[in-house]
């Protein structure tokens, strides 16, 4: 297994694929009880702010666990890492039967009963959060598994094994439906539900013989591998890091810079690199193609979401959609592909779909034309995410799990932090043009207020104005709000054009060196 010539052993590979199911079991449960009634609103008495920051909290750990992982993984061993992501599914499970167990209570009204959803909230926070360290170790320890046990193929098996994360999605989203009423009753049987995979990759990884990674197996050093990544890698990721930290914990911007220079002091005087081109470079590209991929899904998805409420369908079977054509996609098209065009090639042709997905939606109308669009988009932003950490492990292989993982991590925490705040303003300009263009510019200032973001300033529309317009012009308005969000897709573009420009720069990159070849140590 750990070496290039034996056979892989496939009970690894599904224990691998089973435990990213797991995440996203974990994800789907999630997202559906912070954001559904009669769920944690309503049980914790949760307002939209407690509740986006309690989804949060199962997110941002998610992506700085994955790089911190990676620093440590290969001493540690993988088993350790399999075992440490069970042990905090177990706790998430224990703490959210705790707050159940505190707000549940006999005889609780009133002041005590408040006292006791701040206590169930708290137990739900820290819960959350151990959840998304449980669910970025899965990610740091299955990448280099699978990059490991197939060498030669990697682009192909890791596309094959990311197909657990909308497959985890299809199956978890059904099953949620399923049992909406059930939940309705006591949302506890949809903890239940991520134990279900959590406890079949355990028993399937826990004699399994895990590879030794190749970083490794060569005798590459660990002060190699860090030098792969460099000081422009750990800058990227410090910052990130950092900043996303800051956010969480109210840090001032000083500390933050601080905080970034130092750590990325120390680690570039350590390893004495820059880091490898090619890797800052595919860095870069992630922060667009994570915004792409993730930072759109919403607006995607409020889209159809709409349409399928207006028709009697539930909403969750949007996303079940969209997961279910990556999960084909992904599982059986990605080796024949990837064969035919090449990791660049798909990468490109990606961009370009996505580009037209995105453009097409933005003026689709009709509950057919939006998901024919949205179709067309779900083809272009499939194998973005698994080829790019194809591509990062074959060009990088001395970067062994720290390469790999951590532009996973970047790509998450860019999200949050640059692309999500980024597609939001692209969202309130578009919303302006297309308010002024049905109204006025008059009515466009009385509706909207002044705002800043990292970027600079912008004018964004206040729902408490916007509420107190009646009749006509109210509905008017609204509908123009509706249109400017949707045109607002033509404008995300941007960020596959700028992917497609780099990958073609790649293309020509390795064209000159004589053709893409994977790095062999």
Known sequence: MSNQDSQPDMKLFWGCFIALITTAFAFITRAFLVNAEPFWPSTFGLDQVQAQELFGAGIWPFAISIIVFSLIID??????????????????????????????????????????????????????????????????????????????????????????????????????????????????ILIYLIAIPAVVYLVMLLKAQFPVNERVSSGTSYKEMLAEFGAIGALIAGYLIFRQLGMVFGWEDNLIYGLTAVATIAYGFYCKSFGRPILIFMCIIMIPLATTELGTDG???????????????????????????????????????????????????????????????????GLFMVFACATLYGFGKTFFWPTTLGVVSEQCPKGGALT????????????????GPVI??????????????????????????????????????????????????????????????????????????????????????????????????
Not at 407 to 418: E, H, K, N, P, S
Not at 471 to 479: A, I, P, R, S, T
Not at 503 to 515: E, Q, V, W
Request: aromatic share 10%; net charge negative; hydrophobic share 50%.
């Open 424 to 521: 939001g303003k692209l969202t309130e300009d578009s919303i302006k043009v297309s308010v002024e263009g049905a109204t006025s510019t008059e009515t466009y200032n009385s509706i909207s207020k002044d705002s800043t973001y990292f970027l600079g300033d912008y004018t964004a529309v206040d729902s408490e104005k916007l509420g107190k317009l009646v009749g006509d012009q109210k509905l008017k308005v609204e509908e123009s709000i509706q249109s400017g969000k949707q045109g607002s897709l033509a404008s995300v573009a941007v960020f596959p054009f700028f992917m497609l420009v780099c990958y073609i720069a790649l293309i020509l990159y390795f064209k000159n060196r004589g053709g893409y070849k994977p790095v062999e140590l």
């Open 75 to 188: 001493n540690i061993g993988y088993r350790a890492a399999m075992f440490f992501s069970f042990i905090c599914y177990a706790l998430y499970a224990v703490l959210a039967f705790q707050a159940y167990g505190v707000v549940t209570a006999e005889g609780l009204t009133g002041d005590a009963l408040k006292t006791a959803q701040v206590e169930a909230y708290d137990l739900l926070y820290m819960g959350s959060i151990i959840l998304g360290l449980g669910n970025g170790t899965v990610e740091a320890f299955i990448n280099p598994v699978v990059a490991t046990m197939f060498n030669k193929d990697k682009t192909k098996w890791l596309n094959i094994l990311h197909a657990g994360w909308p497959g985890g999605l299809v199956l978890g989203g059904i099953l949620t439906i399923l049992l909406g009423e059930q939940a309705a009753e006591d949302w506890r």
């Open 299 to 365: 607006a995607i998805s409020g889209l159809m979401e709409e349409p399928m409420k207006a028709a009697g369908q539930h909403p969750l079977w949007v996303l079940i959609y969209t997961s279910a054509i990556m999960m084909v996609l992904r599982f059986w098209f990605a080796g024949p592909i990837v064969a035919k065009l090449g990791p660049l090639g798909l990468l490109a042709t990606s961009a370009v779909l996505a580009i037209a997905g995105l453009y097409l939606l933005s003026t689709a109308t």
């Open 404 to 419: 790999l993982n951590a532009i996973a991590g970047i790509g998450m925490l860019a999200v949050g932090i640059l692309g």
